[in-house]
């Protein structure tokens, strides 16, 4: 069954420095996102992208953060200046098409800690 | 705004005992209900969906049946197994928006 292919699994770094979490979407999916969970919290959405721009974006997603599809395979989500509290599990996932229909495919994963 | 709410855990079963696992939802129109699971140390899953009232989603042994009456989409199965200990989230999205809306999670322990 094809998957969302998170990279790297567990990301150690220091306050303030540049992180770049990365993600290979399923082939044929058009629609990406990235979500994150902060231990024992909920799962909150941060932005989604479509056609090579973002189509929605949350409150949590503020200027720190920025997603790109460099290379029609692989889809980042850069945070510039880390904080203590950007400290969580991030989760990539992709679409066919509208979610409502079609459903979302979630990677396993990176768990980003700041320090 | 739109919202999921579930009985929160931790819940903690048999080996082979009924499982339910209450969710219940606020939407202004008519969303799309999924229940997604979480096994320990991995990502999300998705178990089941239904994207209309009165529909059934099943997998695994895992069924839940979209209520528009009362707003509800709980998950059931009948005979639980170890291997189904996870945390367990139903979720929502409408067509207005593209994005899942979570609820905060079941965690479920089966024991032998």
Known sequence: ???????????????????ILRCVPISNHLY????????????????????????????IFDDQFSVERPDGSNFTLKIRSTKLEDSAMYFCASSEGQGFIYGYTFGSGTRLTVV | ???????????????????????????TGYPSLFWYVQYPGEGLQLLLKATKADDKGSNKGFEATY???????????GSVQVSDSAVYFCALCMASYDKVIFGPGTSLSVIP
Not at chain 1, 8 to 19: I, K, N
Request: charged share 20%; glycine share 4%.
């Open chain 1, 1 to 19: 069954e094809p998957e969302v292919t998170q990279t790297p699994s567990h990301q150690v770094t220091q306050m303030g420095q540049e992180v």
């Open chain 2, 1 to 27: 705004g739109d919202s999921v709410t579930q009985m929160e855990g931790p819940v903690t079963l048999s080996e082979e005992a009924f499982l339910t696992i209450n969710c219940t939802y606020t939407a």
């Open chain 2, 67 to 77: 209520r528009k009456e009362t707003t509800s989409f709980h998950l059931e199965k």
């Open chain 1, 32 to 59: 990406f996102y990235w979500y994150r969970q902060i231990l024992g919290q909920k799962v909150e959405f941060l932005v989604s992208f479509y056609n090579n721009e973002i189509s929605e974006k949350s409150e």
